[in-house]
C-alpha cells in the first residue's frame, strides 16, 4: 500500500500552507498597518498584532500538523494519540475552512482545501489499524493424555 508515500507528500503540503497562511497574514497585517483604519473603534495597532499572531499560531499549528505526518510516514508507524487528535482537528478545520472559501475565495481554493482534506483523512485511515503480533493459541491441558488433532477415534 502507498501509505508512506501519501504520509509524506501530505506532511510537504501541510509545511508550505504553514508558511503560505504566514506570508498571507503578514500581507494583511501590512496592509491594516498602511492603511491606518480602525473597524468600529479598534485600534489599528491591536488588528495588526492581532493578525501577526493568528499567523504565528495558525502556522505553527499547520506545522506540527505536517512533523506530525513527516514523522508517521519516515517510521511507518501509526500516530500516536496526540498525533492523531491533531490531525484530526485539521481534517475538521480544512472542511470547514474548505467549504467558507467556496464563497469567499472560489473553487480552486476548495479544491485544495478538499486535496489537503484527502490526504490527511487518507493518512488516518490507512495508519488507522496497528499492527498487532499474532495471537499463539494457549497450549490445552493434556491431563496426562495426548493432544489430538481432530474428533477422537471411534
Known sequence: MARRPVAVVAAIVL?????????????????????????ADLDPDAMVTG???????????????GVVLLLTG?????????????????????????????????????AFMMVVLGLIVLTLVAYGRREQAPVEDAPAPTNGAAPTNGPAPA
Open 15 to 39: 509545511l508550505v500552507e504553514a508558511v503560505g497562511i504566514v506570508l498571507i497574514n503578514g500581507i494583511l497585517a501590512t496592509f491594516v498597518d498602511k492603511q491606518d483604519m480602525s473597524l
Open 51 to 65: 493578525t501577526w499572531v493568528m499567523g504565528g499560531v495558525f502556522g505553527l499549528f499547520l506545522a506540527a500538523c
Open 74 to 110: 519516515l517510521r511507518n508507524r501509526a500516530p500516536g494519540r496526540f498525533g492523531r487528535i491533531l490531525l484530526i482537528s485539521c481534517a475538521i478545520m480544512h472542511g470547514v475552512l474548505g467549504a467558507l472559501t467556496v464563497g469567499l475565495v472560489g473553487w480552486d481554493a476548495f
